[in-house]
């Protein structure tokens, strides 16, 4: 236990063993001691770096979007047209999303719901600074005479809103249906969004 405790990457551990317990008992029912057993630690070691049970599980959606941005970063930074990358973008945020909670039996607003204040200013936050990627890649579509379009920053906001019907908050992964069809649907969505900000030249050069 005491090697386990003294690991640099004892905050990933216990955000991996939260992870799990949400999956297996909900929000309502884990609590600290099953963390700590489920870790392999004493309970005070959890507490040194989250200091309650809410902070913990907000703490792992976090860590969610976090590696998120670092996907759409990666994406936002290669050497392709901003419309083949604002694509990839707008696709990766749902099915990552998707691939983050599909073993869950319920929908994050569900398995969440005692945290829903907490949540949704969590929420508002991560989106803004998914926006704040996608705002590059609409700038430099601009500039290049792609993309028309007035405000970047409210432009990637609408975009954000457009897909995130397609994200597991209100319907669980399960009920979103196969992998396969969440892509399908995201891919149409993404198309018509990408076809309304194409310039009209741009639009008869992509038909």
């Given at each position: 236990?005491?090697?386990?405790?003294?690991?640099e990457d004892?905050?990933?551990?216990i955000l991996?063993?939260t992870?799990?317990?949400?999956?297996r008992?909900?929000?309502?029912?884990?609590?600290?001691?099953?963390?700590a057993?489920?870790?392999?630690i004493g309970?005070?070691?959890?507490?040194?770096?989250?200091?309650?049970?809410?902070e913990?599980v907000?703490?792992?959606?976090?860590?969610?979007v976090?590696?998120?941005?670092?996907?759409?970063?990666?994406?936002?930074?290669?050497?392709?047209?901003p419309?083949?990358?604002?694509?990839?973008?707008?696709?990766?945020?749902?099915?990552?999303?998707?691939?983050?909670?599909q073993?869950?039996?319920?929908?994050?607003?569900?398995?969440?719901?005692?945290?829903r204040?907490?949540?949704l200013?969590?929420?508002?936050?991560?989106?803004?600074?998914e926006?704040?990627?996608?705002?590059?890649?609409?700038?430099?579509?601009?500039?290049?005479?792609?993309?028309?379009?007035?405000?970047?920053a409210?432009t990637?906001?609408?975009?954000?809103?457009a897909t995130?019907?397609?994200?597991?908050?209100?319907?669980?992964?399960?009920e979103?249906?196969?992998?396969?069809d969440?892509a399908?649907?995201?891919?149409?969505v993404v198309?018509?969004?990408?076809?309304g900000?194409?310039?009209?030249?741009?639009?008869?050069?992509?038909?």
């Amino acid at each position: 236990m005491r090697a386990i405790a003294t690991r640099e990457d004892i905050r990933d551990l216990i955000l991996d063993a939260t992870d799990r317990l949400l999956a297996r008992y909900g929000y309502k029912k884990m609590t600290m001691e099953d963390l700590a057993q489920e870790v392999g630690i004493g309970k005070g070691t959890i507490y040194l770096h989250f200091p309650s049970k809410e902070e913990v599980v907000l703490s792992h959606v976090d860590r969610i979007v976090e590696r998120l941005k670092v996907e759409l970063s990666v994406i936002a930074g290669r050497e392709q047209s901003p419309a083949t990358r604002l694509r990839e973008m707008l696709l990766t945020r749902v099915l990552y999303r998707f691939d983050s909670v599909q073993h869950y039996t319920e929908s994050l607003s569900d398995l969440l719901a005692a945290l829903r204040p907490g949540l949704l200013t969590r929420r508002r936050r991560h989106f803004e600074e998914e926006a704040q990627i996608l705002a590059d890649v609409l700038r430099e579509g601009k500039r290049e005479g792609l993309f028309e379009l007035r405000d970047a920053a409210s432009t990637a906001r609408t975009l954000l809103t457009a897909t995130n019907a397609l994200l597991p908050y209100s319907l669980s992964a399960r009920e979103l249906g196969k992998r396969e069809d969440v892509a399908a649907e995201a891919a149409r969505v993404v198309a018509l969004l990408l076809h309304g900000l194409l310039k009209a030249d741009a639009k008869a050069e992509r038909s």
